[in-house]
Structure formats: structure tokens, C-alpha cells
């Protein structure tokens, strides 16, 4: 399989597999009270502080729904950009267990604005309308955006200064802190946030999330909230020993640091290519690029990605961990020829 649609078809990271392997010794404690679970707590609180609260879940969308309905009751609402995992790609598995509405909002580049939230919040104190509760923003976006420190904070205070919370749906969080060129605690409570998922699944993990809550009030509920939703693993130090090892002398950031790579490798080696024009700057692991319907079908027969929007063409290239140099170069030389024969008949 020649796949550049997924940093999720990529497999586990050989170091992750190893410290499963070392978790599989002996016996321990279920549901979390394990040394290895411990372990992994004190790496993460390493980087998000010692007040931080960590809960260690199954996958993305049991993490998303773990933090957010922590945050909301069902007359409230999450405000949030169309193109949100959240909104698009999780089956209203939200809104199905938290009850709430989510509040989807048209943006440049997937990215929220203090302006943008204001304009979604209306009716405030109005019974006939939901009360805006929780921003929820997504870093890296799912447009392959990166939200800066300073647009973060900004939406930050406006969401404490209108009695709402921030969420941060961090899937790809170690490639968006990768592209700040900072700690990935660095996107926590220093910018505001006050609940956030660390993603590991994605950056070579077998499958394993983090939600981490940062804020003091939402604290108590938390383990509870994780059983109903189904994400308490008995036997959690398969899943902690992922974190530990992503943790350990910064895999996560290693393996971040590649995918990107890879990524603007992939589309440097793009450029010139007749009919192929990259449509966003690269900030993390994610191409989105246009290119002719007949150019993508005959890629299709052998390479792997997905078709963004058909309208326009746009397609979306994935890198990950795992992508190396020889297939990014492998995968340009045939979009150079694929490309270049089709504009030959033009």
C-alpha cells in the first residue's frame, strides 16, 4: 500500500511497540492503577504541569467527547469551525452523548477568530436559544493550519471574558507544536486553554489519547465522565505505555519533526508540476494541493489519498512518522509524469 492519505495508516512506531511488549510483563493493577499508567502521568504532567489532570483514552473521538462534555450541559452549545473533526468526522458522536449543539462557523483555513466567535454566540440569556459554552478549536487544523500562540490566547480571552471555556482538539497537537517550534505544553494553560486532547495515535502510537484538563473546576467529574464514555480500559497500561514511550527522549517530537519534513519535501518537489498547484503553505504534516480529475484517477490506481473537494479538485496529501524520503520522491516523480502527459494532450 502506497498511501499518503493518512497519518493513521501508518503503523506503530517499533519503541511504542517495545514498551507494550515491557507493560505485558507480569501483572498489574486494571483501570489505571498501575506503575506504568503513574509513569506516564508524570511524563505528561512534565509538560502540561503538575495541576494537570490526565485521562489516557482509546481514540480521538471518545478523547473529544470526554473534555467536552466535561464542559457543556445539553442547552449549551460548542462553537467550532465546518471543517471540525468534531463537526464532520465523528458521526455527531458530540452531540449524540453530550446533548449539545454544535455551533459550526465558515472560517479561512479552518481557523477560529475571537471576531468569528462573537458573531456565533448571539442570544445570550435568551431561552429560546442554546448558550454558547465552549470554543472548540483544532491545532493542527484539519485544513493543515497552525494556530500561533498569540491567535490562541486571543481566543482564549474572549472566551473567558464571555463566561465560555476553550476546548482543543490536538489529533496532530505534536506536529502543530513541531511547526511553533516550541513544547507541546506550551499549548496549554499558558495560552488559555482549559481542556485538551494530546494525540498519540497519529504520531506513532498503536492507538492512544490523552485528555488533559487544565482547569481546577472541571477536575472531580473527570473519571466519571470517562467511564460513561466508555474509554476506562481495563487493562490501561497497554495504552499509558504508548505515552511513555512517546514521551521518552521526545519521540513525539522526533516523529513530529519528521512527518513535517516529509510533508514540505512533498510539496517543494510539487512545484512546477503543470496543472498542480499547492494551495495552502505547509505548516504541519498536510499538502492540500489542485490538480486535474484525470490526473488524480490515474494516481489512484496506485498511490492512496483522499479527494478533499470534488468541486474544486483539491485533494489532501497525509505524511507521517513513517513516510520516507524515497517514497515522498517516488510519489512526486509520478505525480511530475502523470501530470505532465496530461497537460501534453491538452
Given at each position: 500500500?502506497?498511501?499518503?492519505?493518512s497519518?493513521?495508516?501508518?503503523?506503530?512506531?517499533?519503541?511504542?511497540?517495545?514498551?507494550?511488549?515491557?507493560?505485558?510483563?507480569?501483572?498489574?493493577?486494571?483501570?489505571?492503577?498501575?506503575?506504568?499508567?503513574?509513569?506516564?502521568?508524570?511524563?505528561?504532567?512534565?509538560?502540561?504541569g503538575?495541576?494537570?489532570?490526565?485521562?489516557?483514552?482509546?481514540?480521538?473521538?471518545?478523547?473529544?467527547?470526554?473534555?467536552?462534555?466535561?464542559?457543556?450541559?445539553?442547552?449549551?452549545?460548542?462553537?467550532?469551525?465546518?471543517?471540525?473533526?468534531?463537526?464532520?468526522?465523528?458521526?455527531?458522536?458530540?452531540?449524540?452523548?453530550?446533548?449539545?449543539?454544535?455551533?459550526?462557523?465558515?472560517t479561512?483555513?479552518?481557523?477560529?477568530?475571537?471576531?468569528l466567535?462573537?458573531?456565533a454566540?448571539?442570544?445570550?440569556?435568551?431561552?429560546?436559544?442554546?448558550?454558547?459554552?465552549?470554543?472548540?478549536?483544532?491545532?493542527?487544523?484539519?485544513?493543515?493550519?497552525?494556530?500561533?500562540?498569540?491567535?490562541?490566547?486571543?481566543?482564549a480571552?474572549?472566551?473567558?471574558?464571555?463566561?465560555?471555556?476553550?476546548?482543543?482538539?490536538?489529533?496532530?497537537?505534536?506536529?502543530?507544536?513541531?511547526?511553533?517550534g516550541?513544547?507541546?505544553?506550551?499549548?496549554g494553560s499558558?495560552?488559555?486553554?482549559?481542556?485538551?486532547?494530546?494525540?498519540?495515535t497519529?504520531?506513532?502510537?498503536?492507538?492512544?489519547?490523552?485528555?488533559v484538563?487544565?482547569?481546577?473546576?472541571?477536575?472531580?467529574?473527570?473519571?466519571?465522565?470517562?467511564?460513561?464514555?466508555?474509554?476506562?480500559?481495563?487493562?490501561?497500561?497497554?495504552?499509558s505505555?504508548?505515552?511513555?514511550?512517546?514521551?521518552?527522549?521526545?519521540?513525539w517530537?522526533?516523529?513530529?519533526?519528521?512527518?513535517?519534513?516529509?510533508?514540505?519535501?512533498?510539496?517543494?518537489g510539487?512545484?512546477?508540476?503543470?496543472?498542480?498547484?499547492?494551495?495552502?503553505?505547509?505548516?504541519?504534516?498536510?499538502?492540500?494541493?489542485?490538480?486535474?480529475p484525470?490526473?488524480?484517477?490515474?494516481?489512484?490506481?496506485?498511490?492512496?489519498?483522499?479527494?478533499?473537494?470534488?468541486?474544486?479538485?483539491?485533494?489532501?496529501?497525509?505524511?507521517?512518522w513513517?513516510?520516507?524520503?524515497?517514497?515522498?520522491?517516488?510519489?512526486?516523480?509520478?505525480?511530475r509524469?502523470?501530470?505532465t502527459?496530461?497537460?501534453g494532450?491538452?
Open positions: 500500500m502506497k498511501s499518503f492519505g497519518d493513521n495508516h501508518a503503523g506503530a512506531h517499533p519503541d511504542v511497540l517495545a514498551a507494550v511488549v515491557e507493560a505485558d510483563k507480569g501483572q498489574a493493577l486494571p483501570y489505571g492503577d498501575d506503575a506504568t499508567t503513574a509513569e506516564a502521568v508524570r511524563l505528561v504532567r512534565r509538560h502540561f503538575e495541576k494537570a489532570e490526565v485521562l489516557f483514552a482509546l481514540n480521538g473521538t471518545g478523547a473529544n467527547v470526554i473534555g467536552l462534555q466535561a464542559m457543556t450541559r445539553s442547552f449549551e452549545a460548542i462553537i467550532a469551525a465546518e471543517s471540525a473533526h468534531i463537526n464532520v468526522d465523528e458521526c455527531g458522536a458530540p452531540e449524540k452523548f453530550l446533548g449539545s449543539k454544535i455551533v459550526d462557523v465558515p479561512l483555513g479552518g481557523k477560529l477568530t475571537p471576531t466567535v462573537e458573531r454566540s448571539h442570544g445570550k440569556g435568551d431561552p429560546h436559544h442554546v448558550q454558547a459554552r465552549v470554543v472548540s478549536i483544532a491545532n493542527s487544523t484539519e485544513l493543515g493550519t497552525v494556530y500561533s500562540l498569540e491567535e490562541i490566547r486571543e481566543i480571552d474572549h472566551a473567558h471574558a464571555n463566561g465560555m471555556l476553550l476546548h482543543l482538539d490536538g489529533a496532530r497537537l505534536a506536529n502543530a507544536a513541531v511547526s511553533l516550541v513544547d507541546v505544553g506550551e499549548l499558558k495560552v488559555g486553554v482549559d481542556v485538551l486532547t494530546f494525540g498519540g497519529k504520531n506513532g502510537a498503536l492507538g492512544a489519547e490523552a485528555v484538563v487544565l482547569h481546577d473546576d472541571l477536575v472531580a467529574a473527570m473519571p466519571f465522565i470517562r467511564k460513561q464514555s466508555m474509554q476506562l480500559a481495563s487493562k490501561m497500561r497497554y495504552v505505555a504508548q505515552f511513555v514511550a512517546l514521551l521518552t527522549d521526545d519521540l517530537r522526533r516523529n513530529a519533526e519528521h512527518a513535517n519534513a516529509m510533508a514540505r519535501r512533498l510539496a517543494t510539487v512545484e512546477g508540476v503543470p496543472g498542480v498547484t499547492v494551495t495552502d503553505t505547509v505548516a504541519a504534516n498536510a499538502v492540500f494541493a489542485v490538480l486535474p484525470e490526473v488524480t484517477r490515474t494516481l489512484q490506481e496506485e498511490f492512496t489519498f483522499y479527494v478533499w473537494n470534488p468541486g474544486t479538485g483539491q485533494v489532501r496529501w497525509m505524511t507521517s513513517a513516510t520516507t524520503e524515497e517514497q515522498v520522491d517516488d510519489f512526486v516523480g509520478r505525480i509524469e502523470v501530470a502527459a496530461y497537460a494532450k491538452l
